[in-house]
Nanobody
Framework: QVELVESGGGLVQPGGSLRLSCTTS????????MGWYRQALGKERELVAR???????DLVDSVKGRFTISRDNAKNTMYLQMNSLTPEDTAVYYC???????????????WGQGTQVTISS
């Protein structure tokens, strides 16, 4: 059974920082592609950042220079460090893993339950 547990969301003032964490179980983490998505109220879910098994990263333009995605394979955990937050970053943030539960299976998408991030003064 695959489980993704997110933490680190909350309410911060504009200009503040948060660090989100996503700890997984049930997938072969070291070969999985991991990502953070977000969905603001009334909008579609969008990709924020993605990190491949080799550590290469991809971030959406609106967060480049402010957000950093990283992973710790020893802890089966992915992080999203968010700095210089603005109200436009307010959304529910979802952890995503595209991975395998065994080496003989095809990879699939799995999702966390989401964590609310609110930027407001």
């Amino acid at each position: 059974q695959v489980e993704l547990v997110e933490s680190g969301g909350g309410l911060v003032q504009p200009g503040g920082s948060l660090r989100l964490s996503c700890t997984t179980s049930g997938v072969i983490f070291r070969i999985a592609r991991m990502g953070w998505y977000r969905q603001a109220l009334g909008k579609e879910r969008e990709l924020v950042a993605r990190i491949a098994s080799d550590g290469s990263t991809d971030l959406v333009d609106s967060v480049k220079g402010r957000f950093t995605i990283s992973r710790d394979n020893a802890k089966n955990t992915m992080y999203l460090q968010m700095n210089s937050l603005t109200p436009e970053d307010t959304a529910v943030y979802y952890c995503n893993v595209y991975g395998k539960t065994s080496l003989f299976q095809s990879p699939k998408d799995y999702w966390g339950q989401g964590t609310q991030v609110t930027i407001s003064s």
